[in-house]
């Protein structure tokens, strides 16, 4: 939605897919965190798909409609020549090098309708216990399932 008017009209939720681990060519790398929405409920991160204001060094987040301020390290050197790696285009996925103390435990959230064929969800069953078997020791998972009830697991 283009505005906080038309967010309150929509009908159908909105989503995204994400896969874990999956294996991205010329994924962007940067060793500083990530510039966050400040709203209270939102912290998204700052993306292409933000509306940058040069003028008063200011973003909007695209999912709360936030307006916040650059951090001043990035406030005095962007332009639109010059851009942090977050919002070129060419990088809608970046990886973050924080340091180890400031990191929480990667966190997965799996979802599967379990309305399928035997031999589909024999399989749907395989690649699950394979992407668990490649997941850190130390990850939060979480599992939700969904057919004629939606059921969510928290697995330990």
Known sequence: PSS???ATRIIVPLGCL??????????QLVEYEPVSCKARDCQAVL?????VDFQSKTWTCPFCLQRNHFPPHYAEHISEQNL???????YTTIEYIIPQVM???????????????EEELESAK???QQSLAMMPQNALVGFIT???MCYVHELA
């Open 47 to 51: 993306n292409p798909y933000c509306y």
């Open 103 to 117: 990191c929480s435990p990667p966190i997965f959230l799996l979802v599967l309708d379990i309305a399928l064929l």
């Open 146 to 148: 969904f057919g004629a």
């Open 126 to 128: 395989d690649s699950l």
């Open 18 to 27: 994400y896969t874990p681990l999956k294996a991205t060519e010329g994924l």
């Open 84 to 90: 942090p790696a977050e919002l070129l285009q060419m």
């Open 4 to 6: 906080r008017l038309d």
